[in-house]
Nanobody, 119 residues
Framework: QVQLVESGGGLVQPGGSLRLSCAASGFTFSLYVMSWYRQAPGKERDLVAF????????NYAASVKGRFTISRDNVKNTVFLQMNSLKPEDTAVYYC????????????WGQGTQVTVSS
């Protein structure tokens, strides 16, 4: 069955770094646009970054541009989010999301991983 399994979250001090991973299985990874979303307590789930199937295009929320980098490995069926210069406002549950590049509505979510930025 389809699985998106995030890992790499945790507690980090302001200014620190974390690398999130999302391992995918059960679908053809290279046909999907992969994204990271995040949701802070009491707030909506927001798009952080996305990457197209072969990495030709990436895009970032203004709040993370220049600090976060999304990448993918289509051999290992994994998408990554490198997060540098973390700020307390980056604290949230981070979710991996897969959307088929051509078939509308064919999409999957991971279970989320907690990132807490605090001194």
């Amino acid at each position: 069955q389809v699985q998106l399994v995030e890992s790499g979250g945790g507690l980090v001090q302001p200014g620190g770094s974390l690398r999130l991973s999302c391992a995918a299985s059960g679908f053809t990874f290279s046909l999907y646009v992969m994204s990271w979303y995040r949701q802070a307590p009491g707030k909506e789930r927001d798009l952080v970054a996305f990457i197209t199937p072969f990495g030709a295009t990436t895009n970032y929320a203004a709040s993370v541009k220049g600090r976060f980098t999304i990448s993918r490995d289509n051999v290992k069926n994994t998408v990554f989010l490198q997060m540098n210069s973390l700020k307390p406002e980056d604290t949230a549950v981070y979710y991996c999301y897969a959307a088929h590049q051509r078939v509308h509505g064919l999409e999957y979510w991971g279970q989320g991983t907690q990132v807490t930025v605090s001194s």
